[in-house]
């Protein structure tokens, strides 16, 4: 995905495009109103993130400008307003979805790729998966079991979470902040070595001998897992 973010604050708009960037989208970044308005009506994108509060021009009037000019690419709005009244007021203005700071990293992701995906739900190809797959291993979300070529596997409940994690972004490189947020809902980093532990378990219980594995190291960057060896 493209996405233009409008972010005044340097730091916050630093770590969302760094976050957004390791789970692979392409990001601009817009530092006020105008800019934002500029860049959203002139270029391309597939999800807008915008700040409610925005230095030139505040961020309600850049998406109802948006929205009076026709242009209908999904807008999140980021905002530290999180009554019922002022969500209530960014969804009347235009927006798609609304994200209270301080929100999950993780979950701005998830809620950015849930829009892109919106026309494929919207055709009727939305039914929730309950079978995971990537080669011969398979995971069974309504079983909680999980087998590679045939043979079940004895996974602990974080191993589970940890794999199904893995499988919902088969073939993405998926980065040490993301697992810590999604599977221990941890926003920063505790400076121990969970992930690789949990990692190293489950390599040896998926990574069988005699079978291709599936869970790659990505040097400085994450974890991939994938039938393909790249």
């Given at each position: 995905m493209k996405i233009l973010l409008v972010e005044d604050d340097p730091q916050q708009a630093a770590y969302i495009r760094k976050g957004i960037q390791e789970a692979g989208h392409v990001v601009d970044v817009a530092a006020d109103g105008r800019d934002g308005l500029f860049l959203a009506t002139?270029?391309?994108?597939?999800?807008?993130?915008?700040?409610?509060?925005?230095?030139?021009?505040?961020?309600?009037?850049?998406?109802?400008?948006?929205?009076?000019?026709?242009?209908?690419?999904?807008?999140?709005?980021?905002?530290?307003?999180?009554e019922v009244d002022d969500r209530v007021a960014g969804l009347r203005a235009g927006g798609d979805d609304y994200l209270v700071k301080p929100f999950s990293l993780i979950?701005?992701?998830?809620?950015?790729?849930?829009?892109?995906?919106?026309?494929v739900a919207a055709s009727g190809d939305a039914a929730p998966r309950?079978?995971?797959?990537?080669?011969?291993?398979?995971?069974?979300?309504l079983r909680r079991s999980v087998a590679r070529a045939g043979r079940k596997l004895d996974l602990k409940p974080?191993?589970?979470?940890?794999?199904?994690?893995?499988?919902?972004?088969?073939?993405?490189?998926v980065t040490r902040a993301m697992l810590l947020e999604a599977v221990w809902?941890?926003?920063?980093?505790?400076?121990?070595?969970?992930?690789?532990?949990?990692?190293?378990?489950?390599?040896?219980?998926?990574?069988?001998?005699?079978l291709p594995p599936l869970i790659h190291t990505v040097r400085g960057a994450g974890y991939r897992l994938s039938a393909d060896v790249v």
């Open positions: 002139t270029e391309s994108y597939d999800v807008l993130v915008l700040d409610r509060m925005l230095p030139r021009v505040d961020g309600l009037t850049v998406l109802r400008t948006l929205r009076a000019s026709n242009v209908a690419t999904p807008v999140v709005i980021l905002s530290a307003l999180g979950e701005l992701v998830a809620r950015l790729e849930a829009l892109a995906r919106r026309g309950t079978r995971l797959a990537v080669a011969d291993l398979e995971m069974d979300l974080k191993e589970f979470q940890l794999l199904e994690f893995l499988l919902r972004h088969s073939d993405q490189v809902n941890y926003h920063f980093d505790p400076q121990t070595n969970v992930i690789d532990v949990h990692i190293s378990n489950l390599r040896a219980k998926i990574d069988l001998p005699g």
